[in-house]
């Protein structure tokens, strides 16, 4: 069987879903234990990029389009990013700690991966709602939204970023939303022929962990 044969299996896919379910879980246990919060803070940009990684490996029908659409929701995540952290704007004001790893502009490049990653599997999850495309952008534009109202909790309690207001701005989320139309629109037209074991388990893996940990956070 070849190395693309097998990427192909259930039982591929089946096991790079485990491994990313129990990184999360690892990571969630390790961060709301006092004695390893720093330690597991520190590493956690490794397991996001992996997740990214197990991802785009079970990506079939790689074409010139889908990489210029990562590339793209990359860079523009990027560029937004440090646009946002030296001028407050769209997003609000906001520092990065050192704990997410190597940065450029004061942006670590784990969030880069992070917008490519989370616009991606969003674009999967909207693939077949309908055959309009701007209502495949808008929602999946909407989940981006939604999933940064998970996010920012998670961010803040653990020092990965600090706001200067106690909680973000509403202009953040609907920065969130805006930035992902065009991201979407790209993940709309060239992504809507692949298919990806990976892209919406890893939603509902991110989701559980991110609900998991605000859980235990309130209990510990």
């Not at 079939?60 to 659409?69: D, N, T």
């Not at 709602?129 to 495949?136: A, F």
Request: aromatic share 16%; glycine share 6%; hydrophobic share 60%.
């Amino acid at each position: 069987m070849s190395k693309f044969s097998f990427l192909q299996t259930h039982k591929a896919a089946n096991g790079a879903i485990a491994v990313i379910a129990i990184n999360h879980l690892i990571g969630v246990a390790g961060l709301n234990m006092h004695s390893y919060q720093e330690t597991f803070a520190k590493i956690s940009w490794l397991n996001l990029l992996i997740s990214f990684l197990l991802v785009l490996l079970f990506h079939q029908r790689f074409s010139v389009g889908s990489v210029f659409a990562l590339l793209f929701a990359f860079t523009l995540g990027m560029a937004v990013e440090a646009v946002g952290v030296a001028t407050g704007f769209p997003f609000g004001t906001y520092t990065y700690s050192p704990l997410f790893g190597l940065s450029v502009l004061k942006v670590p490049l784990i969030i880069g991966i992070n917008w490519a990653l989370l616009s991606y599997c969003t674009a999967h999850v909207v693939k077949k709602i309908s055959g309009k495309v701007w209502l495949r952008v808008f929602t999946a534009s909407l989940a981006m939204m939604l999933l940064d109202l998970l996010l920012e909790p998670f961010a803040i309690r653990h020092g990965f970023w600090v706001w200067d207001a106690v909680f973000p701005p509403i202009q953040n989320f609907a920065s969130w939303f805006a930035i992902s139309l065009p991201i979407q629109w790209l993940m709309s037209k060239y992504v809507k022929e692949s298919t990806n074991p990976l892209a919406i388990p890893y939603l509902v893996i991110l989701v559980l962990f991110l609900i998991t940990d605000y859980l235990l956070s309130a209990l510990i």
